[in-house]
């Protein structure tokens, strides 16, 4: 088992910074392909920024430019660094992980981020 926990939501204006941590523990070794999802009041929840098995990363169109994703192996923590913030970027934010021999995602419980002056 794999465990996620979320933190550095909160209330910021636009234009402003904020950092996004995911601490994991557990069976860490067994997973890959880490990312960043948020899902806005009455949408989907969509792929913001992730690393691939292959170390590669990714990022919604939204965000290129904006958003940065990093990790820290030691630490066993995926960060989302997050600047220019926009009112549209307001949404639930949660950290996944994929499982290498079965492909099972784990997810983590999610903290709020609110973009509004």
């Known amino acids: 088992q794999v465990q996620l926990v979320e933190s550095g939501g909160g209330l910021v204006q636009p234009g402003g910074s904020l950092r996004l941590s995911c601490a994991a523990s557990?069976?860490?070794?067994?997973?890959?392909?880490m990312g960043w999802y948020r899902q806005a009041p009455g949408k989907q929840r969509e792929l913001v920024a992730g690393f691939t098995s292959g170390g590669s990363t990714n990022y919604a169109n939204s965000v290129k430019g904006r958003f940065t994703i990093s990790r820290d192996n030691v630490k066993k923590t995926l960060y989302l660094q997050m600047n220019s913030l926009k009112p549209e970027d307001t949404a639930v934010y949660y950290c996944?992980?994929?499982?290498?021999?079965?492909?099972?995602?784990?997810w983590g419980q999610g903290t709020q981020v609110t973009v509004s002056s």
């Open positions: 996944r992980a994929r499982r290498d021999y079965d492909g099972y995602l784990y």
């Open positions: 557990g069976s860490v070794f067994s997973i890959n392909g």
